[in-house]
Each structure stands twice: as C-alpha cells, then as structure tokens.
C-alpha cells in the first residue's frame, strides 16, 4: 500500500503568503491547518484550498509551538510535514519525501533543507538552514517553548536530497516588523534560559560569537550590505535574550 504524507500548517493572521504556500503543496494527500483565531482571511484562503482546518485558542500566545501538537495530531496519515505559513515545499522535495516514504528502511524524522529570505534576497549561506519537519506522526510530541524541536519516537537523520530539494522561506518583513518579531521571540526565549548564568562575558561574547558566525563561517559577507545587517541583528538578537535574563532575575531579587 502506497503511503502518504498530511502537511499541516500553524497559522495566524498568515493571509500574506498562506496562497503560494497552499499552492505547492495541493498535491499531497492532505493539508491540515491550524489555525490560532486568525482575524484575517487566513481561515478564508484555507477552506478554499479543501484544507482541514481546525482551531487552536490564541490566548496570550506569542508563538506557534504551543499548537504544534495540534496540528500534528489532527492529521490522518502517519507521515507529517510540518510547514509554516510562509514556507514554500518545491516539487523536488516532495518527489524526493514521497520516494523516500517507500524505503524499507527509513528514520522517524528528517532535517529538511531551508533556505530563507532577507531583504527580497535568498540567503547564500554555506549551509542550508535544516530543519527537523518530516516525521511520523504516532508518538511525536512538540514542546511548546519557541523555536524547540519535536521529540521523535525513533531514529533522526539528515534528508540527503539533490540542491532544490528544500522549503524556501519568504521572509519579507519590513526593519520594523523585523525588529517586532524579534522582541517577541527573545521574550519567549528567556523562558528557556532563566537558569543560564549570563552575566557581563555572556553580553559581550554571545553577540560577537553571532556576528562572526553568521558574517564569516556561514558566509554572510557574500551578500554585501544585507549580509552585513543580517549578521549585526542575529547578534542583537543574542545580546536581547541575555540581557533579558538578567534584567528578570534583577527584578525577581527585589
């Protein structure tokens, strides 16, 4: 019996870009969408598409972790690719999931390739951005902390697929809504690091680890001016999160 694979796909007020990530992925078995009380025309473009749509309570959630469970377990097929609202799946990663599916031998869960968007450019870093998002469904469990990974019941490997075999990730915020997002997830990136020690080493190393990780190893520097505002606000964002510990246990110890 020939297997296949549910995409399910978290969202809120994800109207921007929910058409073309919809329109590349029609062909698979079936698309779930979760959605957190959109008030725009998200749940509108899903229920055009034939999505299963189905809602998960917003409530003073920043992220989407909290309904990744959700959605994943909403799905009817044992095989689950977990895309977000602005990602698109190119033809030539789903030919390669759905010959992969057909192995005898294969993993419960697979890093997919990535390769984002900044400033209308997609980023020409030496490595692709994985991402662990092709698992089974039965027993998988994804904490609801931001940016956390699932827990798979099983092995976990590297997808080793051909170079357009990837999710490309459309990230066209303006600088403002940039820097919006940023405050929100380093304030949900403090929940996991209050136990850290961070104190004056940890404001001044981490950034400047970012920096030249992101502008020299990872290559940032090949895209010029872009390159260069990338790399100086993934370090911003480091030191916001430390400096953010620190300030919440200042005020704890009052």
Same mark, same amino acid.
């Given at each position: 019996?020939?297997?296949?694979?549910?995409?399910?796909?978290?969202t809120?007020n994800?109207?921007r870009? %929910?058409?073309?990530?919809?329109?590349?992925?029609?062909?698979f078995? $079936?698309?779930v969408?979760?959605?957190?009380?959109? =008030?725009?025309?998200? +749940?509108?473009?899903?229920?055009?598409?034939?999505?299963?749509? +189905?809602?998960f309570?917003?409530?003073?959630? =920043?992220?989407?972790? #909290?309904?990744?469970?959700?959605?994943?377990q909403?799905?009817?097929?044992?095989?689950?690719l977990?895309?977000?609202?602005?990602?698109?799946?190119? #033809?030539?990663?789903?030919e390669?999931?759905?010959?992969?599916?057909?192995?005898p031998?294969?993993?419960?869960?697979?890093?997919?390739?990535?390769q984002?968007?900044?400033?209308?450019?997609?980023?020409?870093?030496?490595?692709?951005?994985?991402? %662990?998002?092709?698992?089974?469904?039965?027993?998988?469990?994804?904490?609801a902390?931001?940016?956390?990974? #699932?827990?798979?019941?099983?092995?976990?490997?590297? %997808?080793?697929?051909?170079?357009?075999?990837?999710?490309?990730?459309?990230?066209?915020?303006t @600088?403002?809504?940039?820097?919006h997002?940023?405050?929100?997830?380093?304030?949900?990136?403090? $929940?996991?690091?209050l136990?850290?020690?961070?104190?004056?080493?940890?404001?001044?190393?981490? #950034?400047?680890?970012?920096?030249?990780?992101?502008?020299?190893m990872?290559g940032?520097?090949?895209?010029? =001016?872009?390159?260069?505002?990338?790399? @100086?606000?993934?370090? +911003?964002?480091?030191?916001?999160? +430390?400096?953010?510990?620190?300030?919440?246990?200042?005020?704890a110890?009052?």
């Open positions: 019996m020939k297997q296949q694979i549910s995409v399910v796909i978290n809120y994800a109207e870009h %929910l058409k073309a990530c919809l329109e590349a992925v029609k062909s078995d $079936e698309i969408v979760c959605d957190m009380e959109s =008030t725009d025309h998200t +749940v509108e473009i899903a229920n055009s598409y034939g999505c299963k749509v +189905v809602t309570p917003k409530a003073d959630h =920043t992220c989407c972790e #909290p309904a990744r469970n959700c959605a994943i909403s799905a009817s097929n044992h095989w689950v977990v895309v977000d609202a602005d990602e698109i799946v190119t #033809p030539e990663l789903r390669v999931l759905y010959l992969l599916i057909q192995q031998d294969v993993a419960a869960g697979y890093f997919i390739p990535r984002n968007m900044f400033m209308n450019m997609f980023v020409r870093d030496f490595h692709y951005d994985y991402q %662990l998002r092709f698992l089974v469904r039965e027993g998988t469990d994804w904490p902390t931001i940016h956390s990974l #699932p827990k798979v019941p099983g092995k976990v490997e590297k %997808l080793n697929a051909s170079k357009d075999a990837r999710l490309l990730h459309l990230m066209d915020e @600088m403002h809504e940039y820097i997002k940023m405050n929100l997830y380093t304030d949900n990136e403090v $929940e996991k690091k136990g850290k020690r961070y104190g004056i080493g940890a404001l001044l190393w981490r #950034p400047l680890w970012r920096f030249f990780k992101k502008y020299v990872d940032g520097y090949r895209m010029g =001016t872009r390159g260069l505002i990338r790399a @100086m606000l993934d370090a +911003v964002y480091q030191f916001m999160i +430390v400096a953010k510990v620190i300030e919440r246990k200042i005020r110890a009052k």
